[in-house]
């Protein structure tokens, strides 16, 4: 039998660099809205702002300001 569990955690400074790699592939790029090749301090940046008490972590509707 295949062990088809998923486990979901929210993201760390600690992943700035596999977001960077993800964020910088060609096939993902396009989609987004940022500068091309995105380093890791950025994304260590905002990963550490998203861990501040108050701060809405939710997109869509209600999810805060």
Partial sequence: MIDTSITLRRARPADAAEYARLMGD????PNLM????????????R???????GLPRLAGPGAGP
């Fill in 26 to 29: 060609p096939a993902v790029f």
């Fill in 34 to 45: 940022q500068l091309p090749l995105p380093s890791e301090e950025p994304w260590r940046t």
């Fill in 47 to 53: 990963l550490e702002a998203g861990l501040r008490p």
